[in-house]
């Protein structure tokens, strides 16, 4: 489940709040996006994607963690935004849709994007 | 938008099959009003994970369509229909083809595009910008919760509220809509489905809409434990392990796993490892596949090296089969003015009795969508609609029940193996009876919430009606038969057939009539007919 905004990244362009499907964020009075309805959070990992400044976590878990995670450590190792980069959006990076060469892994087999 | 539309389409949902739909009636030169749940871009399982294509060029090798069509045909149980699965190979073709000239970053291979395969969020973050670009008005976070119907009972419209506008009232009048709402995985969390909660059937039986194949939701994908993260494909390369490291048995570790799912469903852990992915290719899957791999990773597991232990997620008939019973090449359903495209309809005729997770739905999804997008334009454009009211009842008023233990109520019966993947007549005919009760108090008390969880009240009453129909199904097909798994019931010849259900507070099922000979090739649908543009065509 989602489980960071980070305050020192976000820069306020809700655009988490437009795009998560199952509307888990509210606008911030400061700016910075709540996480209002973590429990709808389908782990979908799409915010994470979408946001333009890798100031997301999203959590593998489908339940909330005890205690948040430390944000410092997860910026620190690249985590934060990882999907962002994983699926190669954001500029200069190559659409990760380009390298998806399922059938070429396993001819007999289906292509690997499912 | 708060307020009122008008419009000639409406398109309920914004996935493939919703915007597909989109497309093609914006393309016949209708007015087109999109309405989603959530975002359209990020809705629904295929924009969080995307899929496989049923993708087959006419020019391939030898008649390889028409062995596609018959494989397929043996493999649904027999309930396929061969000219449909011709229909969708040929239009998924075409649209790909659509695609890949809007731009899609296929993966090429010595020059030549791979376009077997679509990524997710790349896929459906384009459909949104072509579907923008078409003219078509998108309506984010509008969530409908019932239809508009006419004086002579033709649907004409929708209405809803509009969650992120402080549950403002919307509604949109039009000549046709399109239900592309997805299927329902009952909110068990896997992945991207939980938009999917059997809103747009529920809106349709309400208008007498019938639906098909409703016993063939059992559909459980294998998550790890401490999610609910279904990509499938990758366990094609899985071996399974009991907890003490016994491995289980299974024909085919991605699509024959049984096995696996009478451990799980008797308590006992289970653990997945990848070891029979070939080395040299462990890189290119990781690129391939991030959304599979990313979860793991940010766990501390190593699927290729490490054993993890896994469960079985519900997907209903979001990868199962059941849905809306559609009636014309058009994907037009029983009422007038609806259409249904993706996982809202029955995907009995390129699946039949088995699972169209992937490539199939995701074929049937872009012909379904562009058919009833056409469908609905040539029905829809300019028609009259007098008097337009909502329609629909069950958990739109505010009541006494808590929609949370609703669900709860509904999942108890859905979710766990023994119950739903493992049936049983006795337990079949057990969860009815507490699901019918459970209607019966959601029909006469009512659903509790204000605002926007208006929303959730209409939805705990859309999971009951969905359990309903799938039990209800289930005990009319006393056999097993693909995704319908009844515990010592064999498949039996006089079943090769499909089950139709329908109804609210007295749910039905009928075995769906078999074709008359004597009528020749199935029949021009009529509002397909240009001539039968006038409502009063319907008598």
Redo the contacts between chains.
């Keep these: 489940m989602i489980e960071i905004v980070s305050r020192e990244r976000c820069v306020g362009c809700d655009k988490c709040v437009e795009v998560c499907p199952t509307n888990v964020f509210d606008t911030g009075a400061d700016g910075v996006p709540s996480i209002a309805r973590q429990d709808d959070c389908q782990t979908c990992f799409l915010c994470e994607a979408y946001c333009p400044v890798d100031a997301l976590f999203v959590d593998p878990r489908s339940h909330p963690l005890p205690q948040p995670p430390d944000e410092r450590a997860l910026a620190a190792a690249g985590t934060l935004g990882a999907y962002r980069r994983q699926i190669g959006w954001g500029r200069g990076r190559t659409p990760g849709a380009r390298l998806a060469v399922g059938p070429a892994l396993n001819r007999s087999g289906p292509p690997l994007t499912s | 938008m708060t307020g009122a539309l008008d419009t000639d389409v409406l398109v309920l949902g914004g996935g493939p099959a919703g915007t597909w739909a989109a497309l093609a009636a914006a393309s016949a030169g209708a007015r087109v009003v999109l309405a989603d749940?959530?975002?359209c871009?990020?809705?629904?399982p295929t924009?969080?994970?995307?899929?496989?294509l049923w993708y087959l060029p006419p020019d391939g090798p030898g008649d390889a369509r028409a062995r596609a069509v018959e494989s397929r045909f043996e493999q649904s149980g027999r309930l396929a229909d061969r000219r449909w699965m011709a229909r969708v190979l040929d239009e998924t073709y075409r649209r790909v083809d659509d695609l890949a000239a809007w731009g899609?970053?296929?993966?090429?291979?010595d020059g030549v595009q791979?376009r077997?395969?679509?990524?997710g969020?790349?896929?459906m973050k384009r459909m949104r910008r072509r579907v923008h670009r078409s003219g078509v008005t998108i309506l984010?976070?509008h969530p409908a919760l019932r239809l508009l119907v006419d004086d002579w009972g033709v649907v004409a419209g929708a209405a809803g509220l509009a969650?992120?506008r402080a549950a403002a009232p919307w509604t949109v009048r039009a000549g046709a809509v399109v239900l592309a709402t997805g299927g329902c995985a009952f909110l068990s969390?896997a992945?991207?489905?939980?938009?999917d909660t059997g809103d747009g059937h529920l809106m349709a039986a309400e208008l007498g809409a019938e639906l098909s194949g409703m016993e063939f939701s059992a559909a459980y994908a294998l998550s790890?434990a401490?999610?609910?993260?279904t990509?499938?494909?990758?366990m094609?390369f899985a071996t399974y392990t009991t907890e003490d490291g016994a491995e289980v048995e299974v024909p085919d570790p991605l699509t024959a796993r049984t096995r696996v799912a009478e451990l799980l469903a008797a308590g006992e852990r289970v653990y997945a490892r990848l070891d029979r992915a070939p080395r040299d290719?462990r890189a290119?899957?990781r690129?391939?596949?991030?959304?599979y791999f990313?979860?793991?990773?940010?766990?501390g597991i190593d699927p290729f090296r490490d054993r993890y232990p896994v469960r079985m997620v519900l997907e209903g008939t979001v990868r199962g089969t059941g849905g809306l019973r559609i009636v014309a090449d058009d994907c037009a359903t029983t009422v007038p003015g609806l259409f249904a495209a993706g996982d809202v309809a029955t995907r009995e005729p390129v699946s039949g009795a088995v699972s169209g997770?992937?490539?199939y739905n995701g074929a049937w999804a872009i012909s379904s969508g562009t058919w009833a997008g056409a469908g609905a334009a040539r029905f829809g454009a300019g028609r009259a609609r007098p008097r337009a009211v909502p329609a629909g009842r069950a958990g739109l008023e505010p009541g006494a029940l808590d929609p949370a233990e609703v669900v709860a109520a509904v999942q108890a019966e859905v979710l766990p193996l023994d119950r739903n993947y493992f049936r049983t007549r006795a337990g079949l005919r057990r969860s009815l009876a507490r699901l019918d009760a459970l209607w019966r108090r959601v029909a006469a008390e009512g659903v509790a919430g204000t605002g926007?969880d208006r929303l959730r009240a209409r939805q705990a009453a859309a999971l009951t009606a969905h359990a309903r129909w799938s039990y209800r199904a289930a005990l009319a097909r006393d056999e097993s038969r693909g995704l319908h798994r009844l515990v010592g019931a064999p498949t039996r010849d006089e079943y090769e057939h499909r089950i139709l259900t329908g109804g609210l507070d007295e749910p039905w099922t009928a075995p769906e009539p078999p074709a008359d000979p004597r009528l020749g090739p199935p029949p021009v649908p009529w509002s397909a007919d240009p001539v039968h543009e006038s409502p009063g065509a319907l008598a």
């Design positions: 749940k959530g975002y871009g990020t809705s629904g924009a969080s994970g995307g899929n496989n899609y970053p296929f993966p090429e291979e791979l077997g395969s679509l990524q969020p790349e896929y984010d976070h969650r992120q969390g992945f991207g489905t939980n938009v790890p401490h999610g609910a993260h990509k499938g494909l990758m094609q290719l290119a899957m690129e391939a596949q991030p959304n990313l979860p793991l990773d940010k766990a997770g992937g490539a926007r």
